[in-house]
Each structure stands twice: as C-alpha cells, then as structure tokens.
C-alpha cells in the first residue's frame, strides 16, 4: 500500500528533510482549566519526530482537551506548547497546511459522495484543481475506499466513515497528524488495519498523535502517554511502561505441579528474583518477577541445574497484556504510587 | 497565491453540490411559489366584501323615497338578504349572525323634513373586523348620499313644477341643480393591473428573500453541530473565505431559482409584464440576495440549534409580511416601526422589482443605497459573531 506524497514533498527532498527535524511537540506544564476540578494539568511530554505517539486513558481523562490544544482550537490557561515548532495559539497557514486532524466524531457530509468529501477537504487545504485528483484517487486508495467513491457519505457504514476521515485527514500530506480516538466504535480486523496505516504513514516519515481508549493499542505506538483524570501519569515507551507496572519484567517457569513449592522456596532465595507467584489457574506455572528477563533467564537455568530433583519444563520470558500494564498502572495510581 | 481562492471556492462547490443532491427541494423551491402565485391569480377576487344586509322599512312607507330605487341603490353595494318590517326579526338575524347588516328606514321622511330637521337612516352591524366596519361606514356614506341625492332631485322637480305652473321659466335640469359638480377620470396606461400582476413581483420577492434568509440561517448552525468547524479551525481556512464561499455558492443557486421563477411568471399563462432593463434587475437582484443571504447568516451565527434558526427565519418572514408594504402600506406606520420596514430587504425589493416588472423604471436611488448598506452591514456583522461562535470551542 502506497502512502500518498503530495508533489512539493515528492520533489524537494531537502526541504522535506529539514521538515522532519524541525517535527516536533513539546509540552511543558501546560494546564487548561474548565471549572473545578476539570481539565488538564501539568502536561509534559515531547514527542520526537516521525514517532506514533499514543494518549491512553479512561473516557474523560483529557485525552480529547489535549489534542485541541495541540491542534490550536483550545487555549491553555497556563504552560508552554510548541507544535512543529509554534505555539499553536498562533499557528500560521503554512503550519496548519502541515497538519491533518482526524476528529472524533464524523464531521464530513452525508449529502456529499466520499469524493466529494476528499474533494472538499484538499480544496480546504488550497490543493490545485488539477494536481488534486491523483492524491485523491491515492488516499482513497490507502484507505480502501476507491470502489465507493460515488457512495454518498450518508451511506457509509461507521468503519467506511472512519476511513474517509482519515483519508481526508491525509490527502494534503500532512508531516504531523492528530487522530483522536481514530479506532473507537470499529470492528477489530479495520482496528488492526488502521494500525497498519499508521505504522506505513510514521515509516514514512510522519509524526502521529493518536488517543484511544483501547489500551491494548499503545502496544503499537513508539511512545505512549498514560492520563487519569485530567494529569499524565507517565509518557515513556511501552515496553518500559510495562516494566514500570510490574517493577521489571516477568519469567514464567512450568514445573510438575508437586514440585511447585520447593521450585518457588529455592527461586525466592535468588538475589536476582524480586517476587515469585504460583498461579491459581495454572498448576506448576510460577511467575518470577525479575529486574530484567534476558540477564535472569541464564541465571535461573544455572540454579535450577543445581537442583536435580525439580524438573523445569519451560522457562520463558512472558510479555503481559497492555491492559493489565494499564491496569496495574490506574491501580499504583490510586494506591498514590504516582 | 491561488490557495485563497481555492479555499473560498471549496465552500462555493460543497454548498453547491449539497443543494443539488436535494431534487425535492429544488423543485418545491421552483414549483411551491409557481404554485402559490398562480392560486392567488386564479382565486383573489379582490372586490370589497359583499355584506349581508336586512332592510327593516317602516309600516307607514317610504313617501318620497322610491323603494325600487333603494332596493338597486342597496344591491350595488350590500347583499340585500330580506327586506321586512319586523325591526326585532332583523336583529336577531343580525345576532345569529346570519345578516351582518341592518338597515332601518326612518318613517315618513316627507313629514319629518316638513319639520325641518333631519330624517336618519340606521346602520346596526355585529362586525369585530375593523375592515369591514370602515367599509360598512363607506357604503352607508355613499348609500345615504345616493338617498340625498334622489329626495333632493323630487323636491327640485316638485319646485320647478310649481314654478313653471307659476309661468316662471326653469333652464337647470334638477340633476344639475341637486350635483352641480361631477367628475370624470382616466388612468394614462389605459387601464390598472389585475391583482395577480401587481403583486406578482412583491410575491417573487417575498419567497426569494425567504429562500436565502432560511438557507443562511441553517447553514453556519449545520456546520456548527455537524462539527465541522473543529474541522475548519483545525484547517488553513479563514471566516471569511467560509462566509464568501457560502455567499457565492448560494447566490448562484438563489440566481438559478430567481430566474426560473421569472420565466414562470413571465413566459407563462400568467403573463407578468417584465418592462425593465435586464442588467439593472440582475444587478438589484444580486445586491438583494446578497442583503437576504446576509440576514440569514447573522441568524445563523447567533442561533444554538437548527430550530432556533428556523423559527428566527419564520419571524424575519412575518415581520417582512407585515412592515415591508407588501400588504400594507408603510406610510401607515409610525416612524419608528417604519424605519424597522426601512431596514428590512424586502421593503425595497418591493418597490423596486415592480418598478423594473411593472414600470420598466430603475428601482430608486434610495433603495439602492439601503440594500447596498444592508449588505455591508449584515456582512460585518455575520463575520464579528461568526468570530465569536468560533472562538467559543475555546
């Protein structure tokens, strides 16, 4: 699938180049308050250039008041914001020509064909008449959607809605895009799908700014943003998100079931081993809660060789589910951990 | 340097596109006021009403007044429903509504003009329309006066009767001496025009200043709850292209209707004259739509929902009805409201399509002017509040 290039980036290289790393957003202890006790507070993040960076949190936590923020259409009350390098209180055209918005809800015509849509929305963002129609025909097709061109917007299924949107979202090529909620309310297959489009759109060479509600998702993203309640809890890569849930990695061991107990004493006494569990579910299976898995595994083979009389039947590093990361992370959260 | 220009044109084939997916609006848009028109031309009589009248006479009779003569001075002007002498009958006609007049003849008027004092007709009526009580009071003027006229042409007659018998010599036929004055008239365009035709371009008007003022009023609150100016906010697109492109997309399809609607009017059965200069209407046309469009927008930007557009649009319309002069004269008015008619479109789309329809004149300098300041300032207003609604999300 080929993602659609807009003809000054395909022909000026150097100048797409020095796009890139000028791509940037950085917050700094930015707050917008609507009354009381909601809002956002105190965001900091940044997010580097040609990066997926994904807003995870419960419905609203602020995922939402923080893409408009990013994208112009709210002011914030306090802080510092710099999107591709302005302030976006004070955008100027070429920068909004720069970024594609997908909001959340469907905002584009039910009288109009999905060419018309797509028509409209380039027309919105000063595409010529006639250079138009080949990026047209190349976002319907990265979405799928070239055999409905002439179906009115009104009947659309919410999966082919989706994907208009984010067709429109992307026929100006723009170098950073902000998705809110993009996958909400989609079947699993076109969820799975839509990743693929945003992974090939940040292979080549765009920022991505998505929010979701599917924390399983943030698996996907190359930074990921945790909110709760208005405040961002931890902005860092999943994988360190999930060392962060479970204060290292994890190892699952499988032994006989009668020597579950004498493996778990011996492996409790290991100074790499932090934390050791017997599942309920599962006879046999321990879980080891280790610093890092990689350097524990050898060291785990290394004890167990010693002690002949427990035979381990596998050992593996086990990766758990974003939502129990996400979980284990609300849960720290309320305990005051963060 | 294009780029402006395209995103200003995007709104105009958006709109434009939209409106023509929509095949039944069109047509009720073209056909309703075809229709609405050629019912008026077909159904309005536009003669005075004819009133139900019970003429009570006195058992006596009627002396010098000739009953026949009355009876055709009443029915040019009255229904006569029943002539009796029973007074408390005609009342209660007139109570259960089934006469809407009574008139009582005095008795004996020869004696009582002997006596030097003035007989009275009576006119009793149960009306609550100040209308037609001005009408009963008009024709019981006339109606009298036609009394007058034949009491007083006996009594000449009568005199010069006596006179002549005397052997003095009369030259003034009675007529002459009872009305010395009369009057003739004539109407330099031969003759006035039917009801339909003359009111034909102030209905033209009326449905196109409607037609733009109810699509503005729906189409900033559509984009607005449709979400779309998260969109546009979002986009490198300006108020004021938005605002221009929609003026131009629905300028062009009310252009497309307003001349439809012309060649109805004029190439029809229905026959309007259209005297004037073609450019001139074209050009007042525009700044009208532009006015009308420009109302509707304003409505647009200040009302929360489509509801509250539509009745706010409806209000404009009523409004319009009642203190442009389309049915009522705007001199009627006092000041203050009448300069609320002054600064509604369609006061001067009135005056001036049935200048350019009817008369072949330009529209007045004055209505020119007004349309051209409505423009202006229903242009700066819709972009101040279209500002602040935007900025509202913030």
Redesign the interface.
């Known amino acids: 699938m080929e993602i659609p290039q807009a003809p000054r980036q395909a022909s000026a290289g150097r100048a797409r180049q020095s796009d890139l790393t000028a791509l940037t957003i950085k917050a700094d202890q930015v707050e917008k308050v609507f009354g009381g006790d909601t809002g956002v507070f105190d965001l900091n993040f940044e997010v580097p250039a040609g990066a997926i960076f994904g807003m995870i949190g419960p419905s609203g936590c602020g995922k939402t008041t923080t893409v408009r923020l990013l994208t112009g259409l709210y002011r914030r009350d306090k802080g510092k914001l710099w999107v591709l390098g302005r302030d976006p209180d004070r955008f100027s055209l070429r920068t909004r020509e720069r970024i594609g918005y997908m909001p959340q809800h469907f905002v584009l015509y039910p009288n109009l064909t999905v060419w018309e849509n797509l028509n409209f929305v380039a027309s919105l963002y000063g595409m010529g008449y006639l250079s138009r129609r080949k990026w047209l025909a190349q976002a319907l097709d990265f979405v799928e959607l070239s055999d409905a061109r002439h179906r009115l917007g009104s009947q659309l299924s919410g999966g082919m809605q989706r994907r208009l949107e984010l067709a429109c979202t992307l026929v100006h090529n723009p170098l950073l895009i902000f998705a809110d909620e993009p996958t909400a309310g989609i079947d699993p297959v076109l969820r799975g799908k839509f990743w693929d489009h945003f992974r090939n759109l940040r292979d080549g060479g765009r920022t991505l700014f998505i929010t979701t509600q599917y924390v399983g998702e943030a698996a996907y993203c190359d930074m990921v943003g945790v909110m709760r309640a208005g405040r961002l809890l931890h902005v860092d890569t999943p994988e360190n998100l999930r060392r962060k849930a479970f204060s290292g990695e994890q190892i699952q061991l499988v032994v006989p079931p009668a020597q579950v107990y004498a493996a778990a004493k011996i492996l409790m006494s290991q100074p790499y081993v932090a934390d050791v569990r017997r599942s309920n579910d599962q006879p046999g299976l321990l879980v080891l809660h280790v610093a890092d898995a990689s350097d524990a595994l050898p060291l785990i083979f290394n004890t167990m060789s010693d002690h002949p009389e427990i035979s381990v039947q596998q050992a593996d590093r086990y990766v758990p589910p974003f939502d129990d990361v996400f979980i284990r992370l609300m849960e720290q959260a309320e305990e005051g951990h963060v | 340097m294009?780029?402006?220009i395209?995103?200003l044109?995007?709104f105009f084939?958006?709109e434009v596109?939209?409106i023509r997916?929509?095949p039944k609006l069109v047509l009720s848009l073209l056909l309703g006021p075809f229709l609405i028109l050629l019912l008026f031309g077909v159904g309005y009589q536009g003669e005075r009403p004819r009133l139900r009248t019970v003429l009570v006479l006195p058992p006596q009779g009627l002396g010098l007044v000739n009953l026949d003569d009355l009876k055709r001075a009443i029915d040019a002007n009255f229904e006569l429903l029943k002539t009796t002498a029973d007074a408390n009958e005609a009342a209660a006609m007139l109570q259960s509504g089934e006469a809407e007049v009574v008139e009582t003849l005095p008795a004996d008027i020869e004696q009582v003009l002997a006596s030097g004092k003035q007989a009275t007709v009576t006119f009793t009526y149960n009306e609550i329309n100040p209308l037609n009580e001005q009408w009963i009071q008009y024709l019981a003027y006339a109606q009298v006066n036609e009394i007058n006229r034949a009491v007083q042409t006996k009594a000449v007659q009568q005199l010069q009767g006596e006179v002549q018998r005397a052997g003095v010599q009369t030259t003034y036929p009675p007529e002459v001496l009872v009305s010395p004055v009369r009057f003739e008239y004539s109407n330099v365009r031969g003759k006035a025009l039917d009801f339909m035709t003359y009111y034909a371009p102030g209905v033209l008007a009326l449905i196109i200043q409607h037609i733009a003022v109810t699509l503005g009023a729906l189409s900033l609150v559509r984009e607005r709850l449709?979400?779309?100016i998260?969109?546009?906010?979002?986009?490198?697109?300006s108020i004021n292209q938005l605002l221009l492109g929609k003026y131009l997309g629905f300028t062009l399809f009310i252009g497309i209707i307003l001349a439809a609607l012309v060649a109805l009017l004029v190439f029809t059965p229905l026959a309007v004259p259209f005297a004037g200069d073609v450019t001139t209407f074209v050009a007042f046309s525009l700044l009208f739509t532009l006015a009308s469009l420009g109302i509707g927008f304003v409505i647009s930007a200040w009302a929360s929902s489509d509801s509250q557009a539509v009745q706010m649009s409806m209000l404009v319309l009523l409004m319009s009805i009642f203190f442009s002069g389309f049915f009522l004269p705007l001199e009627n008015f006092a000041s203050p409201v009448r300069e609320i008619g002054y600064a509604l479109p369609l006061t001067h789309a009135i005056s001036g399509y049935q200048a350019l329809m009817l008369r072949g004149h330009s529209p007045s300098q004055f209505a020119w002017e007004v349309m051209g300041i409505i423009v202006v300032a229903a242009f700066l207003v819709v972009s101040m509040l279209a500002r602040w609604r935007f900025r509202q999300?913030?």
């Open positions: 294009f780029k402006p395209i995103r044109l995007s084939s958006k596109n939209e997916r929509q449709l979400g779309a998260e969109l546009f906010r979002v986009a490198p697109v999300l913030a």
